[in-house]
C-alpha cells in the first residue's frame, strides 16, 4: 500500500512541473503613482528579491487575479512559445497582467539569469525585430498568436516581456488595436525602461 501512495505520489509530482503555471502573483506590487491622472505603478522584483523596476500601466490592467475570459493562452501553449526562441533557458517570472477588455493582450515578464543579449540577438535574426547594444525589441508570429518579445540587459542577465493577442478577437484581424496597445504601453508610458528611446515596432 505505500508503494502505491508513493507511486501516486510521484505521477501528481511529475504532473505538475510539467504543467507551469503561468498565472503569476508574486513579485508584482502596486504603489502610489507619480501620474494619478493617467496610469497606475508597479515596481516588479525579480533577481530572488534582489533587483526591481518600475512599471506603468493604463487603470484596466488586472493582476492577482484570474479572469478566463481575458487569458487567451493555455499554460501548454505558454511553455512552447516560450521555448520557441529559448529552447534551453528556464527564466524566473517576474509578471503577468492582463486587461479586461478582449482588443488587447496578456503581458509576462521573465529574468535569465547568466544570459548576455548577444545570445538573445542571434536567435531572433529571421523574424521582424530591432536592436541596439542592449536591447532587442522584436514582433513575429507563433501558432495562433501575434507575439512581441522584448529583452533587456540587467545586472546579471537579461529580462525579457512577452505580449500576446487575443488569436480568438475576429474584429483585429491586422492587429491594429493589439499593436497601438502595445506600442503605447512600451514605448510611450514604459520608455523608461529602456536605455534610449527606440522607435516602436510599426
Known amino acids: 500500500m505505500n508503494g502505491l501512495i508513493k507511486i501516486i505520489a510521484i505521477f501528481s509530482?511529475?504532473?505538475l512541473m510539467s504543467c507551469k503555471n503561468y498565472y503569476y502573483f508574486n513579485g508584482q506590487q502596486k504603489v502610489e503613482t507619480d501620474h494619478p491622472d493617467m496610469y497606475d505603478k508597479f515596481v516588479l522584483t525579480f533577481d530572488g528579491g534582489k533587483q526591481n523596476i518600475?512599471?506603468?500601466?493604463y487603470a484596466d490592467y488586472r493582476f492577482k487575479k484570474i479572469d478566463k475570459q481575458y487569458i487567451f493562452f493555455k499554460n501548454s501553449e505558454m511553455h512552447k512559445l516560450l521555448h520557441y526562441k529559448l529552447?534551453?533557458?528556464?527564466?524566473?517570472?517576474?509578471?503577468?497582467m492582463y486587461t479586461n477588455q478582449p482588443t488587447f493582450s496578456n503581458i509576462l515578464g521573465f529574468f535569465y539569469k547568466d544570459m548576455?543579449?548577444?545570445?538573445?540577438?542571434k536567435l531572433y535574426t529571421t523574424v521582424k525585430h530591432k536592436e541596439d547594444e542592449n536591447q532587442v525589441f522584436s514582433r513575429y508570429n507563433f501558432d495562433k498568436f501575434q507575439v512581441y518579445d522584448f529583452y533587456k540587459t540587467v545586472k546579471g542577465g537579461v529580462i525579457r516581456f512577452v505580449a500576446?493577442?487575443?488569436?480568438g478577437y475576429s474584429k483585429d484581424p491586422d492587429y491594429k488595436w493589439f499593436n497601438r496597445e502595445i506600442n503605447t504601453m512600451f514605448f510611450d508610458i514604459?520608455?523608461?525602461?529602456w536605455e534610449g528611446y527606440i522607435e516602436p515596432l510599426n
Do not use: A, W
Open 13 to 15: 509530482l511529475l504532473s
Open 54 to 57: 518600475p512599471f506603468y500601466t
Open 87 to 96: 529552447p534551453k533557458k528556464k527564466g524566473e517570472q517576474f509578471l503577468f
Open 116 to 121: 548576455n543579449i548577444e545570445d538573445v540577438k
Open 164 to 167: 500576446v493577442n487575443n488569436p
Open 190 to 193: 514604459n520608455h523608461s525602461l
